[in-house]
């Protein structure tokens, strides 16, 4: 089954679940039946009574129905979490917004309210826990305490007193959502989402509000301040709400963000790997093309002296063809080691090509020679520890680049004085 079908049969199986019973609730409501007779009766609308909980258990609704569009764009196990809560927090509304004269089906409705409360915090719950992955989890724990909740809140109405039911219903998730608070906060320090921030300060103020209602039920029936404490919590879970869909967008920007750093990083090692040679580790003939007209361009404007070092390495086939290939690419490797130890931040090392190497200098003339006689002297030190033949050697040449010519002027001129050098070496060891 593909992601897409997958989703949109979850969310099937959330509403075909739990929406029913809110819708029912809330259109058995003197509201929505105003509503009708609205359409039926124009001109001439009568006052319509408006509840706060029917109103809020629309609400849930929306919200269910905005994520669930955001669900099937981004996929993700939290938003399912927060749907469902959302689900049942209008289902617990609905079954709550009216009493009904049947005490058996009251007590029976009260409980079920309840338990959908207790379950809708639960959600969200697991909502901040599993933020954000992407895949939806439950365990044995959860379950059990999905058993024993249901179990509770369908049979104490018929055992205890219908307020204990109400009251230990709205404890428990006050005390959620207080958790789920905690959470929330810490996701937004450790994260500095803004979203998470708004759920977590939402969910703290509806727990503490619920709290206080529920204390306050104990002393006094204070009717108008538990009327101002619902307005307040409505105002408090549109915070909720809002802050859950920034917080999905948050989500979103962030995978974006490590996604263009993820691919930065890939283009970084692509170029890495485009402009250097895998066996010495120097940069390679497509780097030089590039760096090229940059050096003289620097060289011509700010007069930055810049000398080149050609180098190649003496007898290197007759190495190849008596000590084999394998002992040649450790040479080379060796020399790459060599020249890239020798060159400052400003510098380059080139392969450039074979057994020909390059170095590009921001010095003089005088500089570079200096520095060319200490890397001869390295490489005889590195062949006498590598136990290669005597015959071994490197061969260099060194040019100052004109800025009223061109740097491969500069590299002829330095071949050339290579070549001299070479010549040079074979004297002096056919004299010894």
Same mark, same amino acid.
């Given at each position: ?14 509403? +075909? ?40 258990? #629309?609400?849930?609704?929306? $919200? ?8 099937? #764009? ?7 979490? !927060? ?5 049942? =927090? ?53 379950? &059990? ?25 709205? @404890? @428990? +998730? ?7 608070? @905690? ?24 727990? @503490? ?25 409505? /105002? &408090? ?15 979103? +920007? ?13 283009? %970084? ?6 402009? +250097? ?19 003289? %361009?620097?060289?011509?404007? #700010? ?10 390495? &003496? ?6 063809? =008596? ?9 080379? !490797? ?14 380059? $090392?080139?392969? !450039? ?11 003089? %003339? %005088? ?23 005597? #015959? ?14 061109? /740097? ?25």
């Amino acid at each position: 089954m593909s992601a897409g079908r997958l989703r949109a049969l979850s969310l099937a199986l959330i509403l +075909t679940a739990v929406a029913p019973a809110g819708l029912h609730a809330a259109s058995d409501h003197p509201l929505g039946l105003a509503a009708l007779d609205s359409l039926r009766s124009i001109p001439g609308l009568g006052a319509v009574a408006i509840q706060p909980r029917v109103l809020s258990a #629309y609400g849930a609704l929306v $919200a269910a129905g905005m994520l669930s569009l955001l669900y099937l #764009y981004r996929g993700r196990s939290f938003i399912v979490y !927060w749907i469902g809560g959302w689900l049942f =927090t209008a289902a617990a509304l609905g079954l709550a917004s009216r009493t009904y004269a049947d005490p058996t089906l009251n007590r029976v409705l009260t409980g079920l309210a309840a338990l959908f409360t207790v379950w809708a915090s639960g959600l969200v719950l697991l909502a901040a826990e599993s933020f954000p992955q992407q895949t939806i989890r439950w365990e044995t724990g959860r379950l &059990n305490a999905i058993a024993v909740s249901a179990l509770w809140f369908l049979l104490a109405p018929f055992i205890f007193p219908i307020s204990s039911v109400v009251i230990s219903g709205g @404890v @428990v +998730t006050a005390l959620v959502l207080g958790w789920c608070a @905690v959470v929330y906060l810490r996701l937004a320090r450790d994260s500095r989402y803004a979203g998470a921030l708004l759920i977590g300060a939402g969910l703290l103020l509806v727990s @503490v509000l619920n709290l206080a209602g529920i204390a306050a039920s104990w002393w006094v029936d204070l009717t108008s301040w538990q009327e101002r404490l619902g307005a307040f919590t409505v /105002l &408090n879970t549109l915070i909720v709400a809002l802050g859950m869909h920034l917080l999905v967008f948050e989500d979103m +920007t962030q995978e974006l963000r490590l996604t263009n750093r993820q691919l930065a990083g890939a283009y %970084e090692e692509i170029r890495r790997l485009a402009i +250097t040679d895998p066996l010495t580790g120097c940069h390679n003939r497509r780097f030089f093309d590039e760096v090229e007209r940059r050096e003289m %361009e620097r060289h011509r404007r #700010y007069g930055v002296p810049l000398s080149v070092i050609f180098i190649d390495v &003496n007898h290197f086939k007759r190495l190849n063809d =008596t000590l084999g290939h394998d002992r040649g690419d450790a040479l080379l !490797w060796m020399i790459g080691a060599l020249l890239r130890g020798q060159v400052r931040q400003s510098d380059y $090392a080139i392969r !450039w090509g074979g057994d020909e190497f390059l170095l590009l200098l921001s010095c003089s %003339e %005088e500089e570079a020679s200096e520095k060319a006689k200490r890397l001869k002297e390295g490489f005889e030190r590195e062949r006498v520890a590598a136990g290669l033949p005597p #015959y071994m050697g490197l061969s260099v040449g060194v040019a100052a680049v004109d800025p009223n010519s061109s /740097l491969r002027d500069a590299i002829r001129e330095a071949d050339s004085r290579m070549y001299g050098d070479k010549v040079a070496d074979s004297g002096a060891q056919r004299l010894g």
